[in-house]
């Protein structure tokens, strides 16, 4: 009876220790991702575009050559999103129409006088696969029912300059030039509720301005796939 009463406190002293060395490797494993991702966040291009306060201005290229300056659209509502036409989350919304039908409903009733104004941005390095030329660009907007701008952002500047981390990213200015929202297209990442349960955040935000109403500035995080940024 006595030794097993002393096999069993040695099974319950090693299991003891086994927990214990287990709990300081998860520990140590946390405190290495965490010291690991604060280093990449220090590392990284430090952005300005802080939610609540004036979007720092960027002059981009589209796809048949002509220069756009943010400044130039003060006075009137703008959506920046980012896109990689091969990313499959922006397949999904474009195969839907989301951002194409939102503009459409939107195009010059916001309010008197302040028009919408959506860019497109695409951040992809011209060193990697999903790259596309600005013919391939021409092409992908006129088949997608994309009449507006698609800038060319290859070097990552002013997506770094954003903080954009994924496509899509959704970026919404008002007319002032304060950035009022930064984050995701929708609350639904993988696209499985209905339409009628989907809580779209742009149309959510130009819906409100449309019916007169304030939108208090705001941010959430971005689904979607990362952005392919130059190394350079």
């Known amino acids: 009876m006595k030794q097993r009463k002393t096999i069993l406190y040695l099974l319950s002293a090693a299991a003891l220790l086994i927990g214990t060395f287990t709990a300081m ?13 604060g280093k990449s966040q220090s590392n990284s291009h430090a952005f300005k575009a802080r939610v609540g306060k004036k979007a720092p201005n960027f002059k981009l290229v589209d796809q048949f050559g002509k ?38 409903r939107f195009n010059g009733k916001i309010s008197k006088g302040n028009d919408l104004v959506w860019l497109r941005i695409n951040s992809t390095s011209a060193d990697h696969r999903d790259f ?10 006129k088949k997608n029912g994309v009449t507006g ?7 990552g ?3 770094h ?18 950035l009022i929202f930064s984050g995701a297209m929708d609350d639904d990442p993988y696209g499985n ?9 742009i149309d959510g ?6 019916e007169g109403n304030k939108v208090k500035p705001f941010a959430n995080d971005s689904y979607g796939c990362s952005i392919k940024y130059s190394k350079h």
């Open 25 to 37: 490797e998860v520990s140590h494993a946390q405190h290495d991702s965490l010291h690991a991702r």
């Open 161 to 178: 300059l954003y903080g954009a981390k994924s496509t899509p990213n959704v970026f919404v200015i008002d007319k002032s030039g304060k």
């Open 205 to 210: 935000i130009l819906t409100a301005w449309s």
């Open 157 to 159: 500047k002013v997506g």
């Open 132 to 141: 596309m030329s600005a013919k391939e660009t021409q092409s992908w907007a």
């Open 67 to 104: 220069k756009h300056q943010l400044k130039d659209y003060r006075g009137k509502t703008v959506v920046l999103e980012w896109v990689n036409p091969n990313c499959p989350f922006v397949v999904r919304h474009y195969k839907t129409g989301t951002t194409v039908n939102i503009e459409k």
């Open 193 to 201: 509720k209905k339409p009628e349960m989907r809580h779209n955040y």
């Open 149 to 155: 701008p698609v800038l060319d952002d290859s070097d």
